[in-house]
C-alpha cells in the first residue's frame, strides 16, 4: 500500500460522508415538515416511540441528526426527557440498515441478477436516474428524489474507493502486527468510538470496517468491540450538541450515552462469558460485510430488548447525572435548523401562541374602554412585551431557516409566515395604542351619548369578530375561513366613515367638542388598522394554500369584479353590523 492507496481512501472516506450527506439532506426535506406532528402524535408509549425513532433513522439516515433533533425539541419544550427514550433506541435500531446496503458488496457471482445487486453495478444506473430527475424535473419533490438518487450513489461510489484502497493492506506484514493489538477487546471498543467520533457517523465508520474486512484479515473477534465502540463514538455528535442547553435537553444526551455504554457492558460480557464455557469456533474465523451487518443489527435490537422495560430507570440515571440548574427554555432552539420542515412546523406553532396573545391583548384594550381597570392595563403592556419578543425571535429565526435548502413549498411557507408575525405584531401596537386611549377616557372622565356608546359597539363587535375569524383562520390554516375576513373588513372600512361622517356633522352642529373628537379618531383609527392587518394574515392564510395566488390580484378580484361570495358576505356583514339612526337632536 503506497500514497496514492491512501489518497484513495481518503478520496473514498469525503465521498462517502458526502454522499451520506446529500442523501439525508434530501430524504428529510422530503418528510421533515411532517416530523413534528408525528413525534407528537406517536411518543405516547414507549413501543410507538421505538417504531417511531426506527423510521425516522432509516428515513433521514442519521442516528446522529435524530439525536440532535431531540436534543433541539427538548431544549425548546416540544417534548418531555420521557418521550426520547424509546425514539433514542429506535434510532439506533433504524441506522442499521446502512451496514446491510453495503453489504452487499460482498456478492460474488457470475450471475446476472446476483451481479446487479451489487453497489458498483447498480449505482451508476441510479445516478443518471438521479441526475435526469435533477436536470429535467421542474417540480420540487423529483428533484429531491433526484438529489437523494446522486447522494446514494455517491455514497456507494467512496465506499467502492475505500474497498479498493485497502485491499494491499491483506499482504502487508505491519498490518497484521496493529491487528493484533485489537485483539484486546478494551482496545477494539476504544478503536471504533474514537473513529466514530472523529468523522461524527457511525455509518461511516462501520462502512470503513467493512471495507477492512474484505481484505480477509479481521475476524469476528477483533471486529465485535470494534462495533460496540462505533456505537458509542456515536454520541458524541448529540454531546457536543447539547452543550450550552437546558438539563432536560443534556439529559437526552446522557439516556443516549447510557443506552449504548450499557449495552455494550452488557452484550460484551454476555458473549464472553458464553465463550469462556461454549468456545464459539467462529470467533477467529474472518468476517465479511454481511457479518458485520449481522452484528451491528444484533446488538442494537439485543440492547434494545434489554433495556426498552427499564426506560424509566435510564431516564432516572439521566437526571441523577444532570443536577445542574435549569436554565431558561429558548423559544425556538438552533438545533432545529438542521430539520427545516420541523422548524418551520414549529415556528407556525410559536406562530399561533403570538395570535392568540395578540388577539387576547386587543380585547382586554377593548374591554377597559367602557370600564377601566388597572390590573388589565398592565397585563395588556406584559401582553405587548411577550408579543415583542415573538416577533423578534420568530423573525430571526425564519429568516436564518430561509437560508437553508428549503422546498419551494417550505420556502414559501416561509415567506408567509414572516408576513404574518409582522400584522400580528402591529395588532399587538395597536392594542397598546387603544389602551393609551383608554387612560385618557379615565383620566380625563370623559363621558359618550348613550347613542354614541351605541354606534360605537357596533364597530367594536365587528373588530372582536374579525379577529376571531382571523386567528381561527390562521390555528386551523382554513382558507374558507380566511375568506370571511376580507369582506368584514370592508364593512369596518364603511362604518368607520360614517361614524367619522356622523362626527363631523355634530362637531358642525355644535353638539359635539374637539376633545372628545380627538379621542373617537383615535379609537376609529386603530380599529380600521387592526381590521387592515386581519386583512393581510387572512390573504396569506390563502396564499400558504395556493402559493400562485397573488396577494394584489386576489384583493382586487374580491373587491372590483363582483366575486359572488364576497358580496353575499359583504351583505351579511353589512346587515349584522347595522348602525342605529341618527337623528338630528341626538348628540354625545
Known amino acids: 500500500m503506497d500514497v496514492f492507496s491512501l489518497f484513495t481512501l481518503l478520496g473514498g472516506l469525503a465521498f462517502f460522508l458526502y454522499g451520506m450527506h446529500v442523501m439525508s439532506a434530501g430524504l428529510e426535506k422530503m418528510v421533515g415538515g411532517k416530523l413534528e406532528r408525528v413525534l407528537k402524535s406517536m411518543t ?103 438529489t437523494i438518487l446522486v447522494g446514494f450513489s455517491v455514497l456507494m461510489t467512496g465506499m467502492s474507493f475505500m474497498s479498493q484502497s485497502v485491499s494491499p493492506l491483506a499482504d502487508m506484514p505491519i498490518f497484521q502486527d496493529i491487528l493484533v493489538m485489537f485483539q484486546n477487546p478494551i482496545a477494539g471498543i476504544l478503536l471504533g468510538a474514537v473513529v466514530t467520533g472523529v468523522i461524527q457517523s457511525s455509518a461511516a465508520s462501520v462502512g470503513i470496517l467493512q471495507s477492512l474486512s474484505m481484505t480477509g484479515s479481521i475476524t469476528y473477534g477483533m471486529a465485535l468491540p470494534i462495533i460496540m465502540g462505533q456505537n458509542i ?8 450538541s447539547s452543550i450550552g442547553t437546558n438539563k432536560n435537553a443534556k439529559r437526552v444526551t446522557a439516556v443516549h450515552v447510557y443506552f449504548n455504554v450499557l449495552g ?155 408576513h404574518a408575525i409582522g400584522d400580528f405584531e402591529r395588532i399587538g401596537d395597536h392594542a397598546v395604542n387603544i389602551l393609551r386611549v383608554a387612560n385618557e377616557i379615565h383620566d380625563k372622565d370623559i363621558q359618550f351619548s348613550d347613542k354614541a356608546q351605541e354606534e360605537l359597539q357596533v364597530i367594536t363587535r365587528a373588530i372582536i369578530t374579525i379577529l376571531n375569524l382571523t386567528v381561527e383562520a390562521f390555528e386551523e390554516n382554513d382558507p374558507v375561513i380566511a375568506a370571511k375576513v376580507e369582506p368584514l373588513e370592508q364593512v369596518i372600512d364603511g362604518l368607520k366613515l360614517e361614524l367619522k361622517n356622523r362626527h363631523i356633522r355634530r362637531l358642525q352642529e355644535g353638539r359635539c367638542t374637539i376633545e372628545l373628537g380627538f379621542v373617537l379618531t383615535d379609537l376609529l383609527t386603530n380599529y380600521e388598522r387592526v381590521s387592515d392587518h386581519c386583512s393581510n394574515i387572512a390573504v396569506t392564510v390563502i396564499q400558504i394554500k395556493d402559493s400562485s395566488l397573488d396577494t394584489h390580484g386576489y384583493l382586487n378580484e374580491v373587491k372590483n369584479t363582483g366575486n359572488p361570495a364576497f358580496t353575499q358576505a359583504f351583505e351579511t356583514y353589512s346587515l349584522e353590523y347595522l348602525l342605529p339612526a341618527s337623528p338630528a337632536p341626538e348628540g354625545k
Not at 425548546?76 to 435500531?93: C, F
Not at 445487486?117 to 428524489?145: Q, T
Not at 434494545?304 to 443536577?323: G, N
Open 44 to 146: 405516547s408509549s414507549k413501543w410507538k416511540g421505538l417504531a417511531l425513532g426506527a423510521v425516522i433513522t432509516i428515513a433521514i439516515q442519521s442516528s446522529s441528526a435524530m439525536t440532535v433533533m431531540l436534543v433541539g425539541l427538548v431544549n425548546s419544550g416540544i417534548m418531555q426527557l420521557s418521550q426520547t427514550v424509546g425514539v433514542i433506541m429506535g434510532s439506533n435500531v433504524g441506522t442499521t440498515l446502512t451496514a446491510w446496503i453495503l453489504s452487499a458488496a460482498g456478492i460474488e457471482s457470475s450471475n446476472f441478477f446476483l451481479r446487479l445487486l451489487k453497489p458498483e453495478s447498480f449505482s451508476p444506473i441510479v445516478a443518471l436516474i438521479g441526475v435526469l430527475l435533477i436536470m429535467s424535473s421542474k417540480e420540487g419533490k423529483k428533484r429531491d428524489v433526484g
Open 233 to 240: 463514538g456515536t454520541c458524541v455528535t448529540a454531546l457536543l
Open 264 to 418: 455494550t457492558v452488557i452484550c460484551l460480557s454476555g458473549f464472553y462469558l458464553l465463550n469462556a464455557f461454549i468456545h464459539f469456533d467462529f470467533i477467529d474465523s474472518p468476517i465479511n460485510a454481511l457479518g458485520i451487518a449481522v452484528i451491528h443489527s444484533l446488538f442494537n435490537l439485543l440492547t434494545t430488548l434489554i433495556l426498552l422495560p427499564f426506560s424509566k430507570q435510564l431516564e432516572k440515571l439521566a437526571k441523577i447525572t444532570i443536577r445542574e440548574q435549569s436554565t431558561k427554555e429558548e423559544l425556538l432552539d438552533e438545533r432545529l435548523l438542521l430539520s427545516p420542515g420541523l422548524a418551520i412546523a414549529e415556528c407556525r406553532n410559536l406562530s399561533i401562541h403570538m395570535a392568540k396573545a395578540a388577539r387576547d391583548s386587543m380585547a382586554n384594550a377593548i374591554s377597559i374602554l367602557s370600564k377601566f381597570d388597572q390590573k388589565v392595563a398592565d397585563s395588556i403592556t406584559q401582553q405587548e412585551e411577550e408579543i415583542d419578543l415573538y416577533e423578534d425571535k420568530l423573525g430571526t429565526f425564519l429568516v436564518r431557516l430561509s437560508s437553508k435548502d428549503l422546498s419551494p413549498k417550505d420556502s414559501h411557507d416561509v415567506s408567509q409566515l414572516l
